[in-house]
């Protein structure tokens, strides 16, 4: 598969606080010797040519990895829908893959998956896991831009709930799926 079979855009999110990770940028932080973003950026660069990176910090230091870089129109870290929002207002292709940049098991097997479900309907698609939504690892049609929108501003933050006002196609996967964990502990990043 190529980029011309699928056009889609892939949105890295990196504009996180970091909480659990003391406040540290996950992205840039360093497992089996290259930071966690490069990992993500070696599986999808071939699958896109609109590579966009959501960051809050460090921008220098994230600008290799993509082709475009896009902040928050808030500050204080709102989180990850404000992201999402930040992507689709500048993506170039009619639909944008959403992934964690904190999830380094990620392969291309799995994001072909996620591409596959580009759909005529304009329809959303989200992994799920063990039961569970994964909405870091979503495919979005940018037409719903205004939508995530008007739910942002009814106080929606997170994107799982904005995609669910809206027909979901679900990928199951199994709770086991190594490739979806999160680094997002500093005791992921020792194993």
Not at 50 to 78: H, T
Not at 134 to 161: K, T, V, Y
Request: hydrophobic share 45%; proline share 7%.
């Amino acid at each position: 598969m190529t980029a011309a079979q699928h056009p889609c855009s892939i949105l890295l999110l990196a504009g996180g606080r970091g909480q659990r990770m003391g406040g540290q940028d996950k992205g840039l932080l360093d497992w089996d010797g290259k930071p966690l973003i490069a990992h993500v950026q070696a599986v999808v660069r071939p699958l896109t040519d609109d590579l966009i990176i959501s960051c809050n910090r460090n921008q220098a230091l994230y600008r290799p990895y993509a082709d475009q870089l896009v902040s928050d129109a808030e500050a204080g870290f709102p989180g990850p829908l404000a992201g999402v929002l930040a992507g689709l207002a500048v993506a170039r292709q009619p639909w944008m893959l959403v992934l964690a940049c904190d999830a380094p098991l990620i392969d291309r097997e799995l994001i072909v998956d996620l591409l596959d479900q580009i759909n005529d309907q304009g329809q959303p698609a989200m992994i799920r896991q063990g039961g569970y939504w994964q909405p870091m690892f979503s495919l979005i049609p940018c037409a719903l831009r205004a939508d995530l929108e008007h739910a942002w501003q009814q106080g929606d933050r997170g994107i799982q709930r904005a995609l669910l006002k809206h027909p979901v196609r679900a990928l199951e996967y199994a709770e086991e799926d190594r490739r979806l964990s999160n680094f997002n502990t500093p005791a992921f990043l020792q194993h």
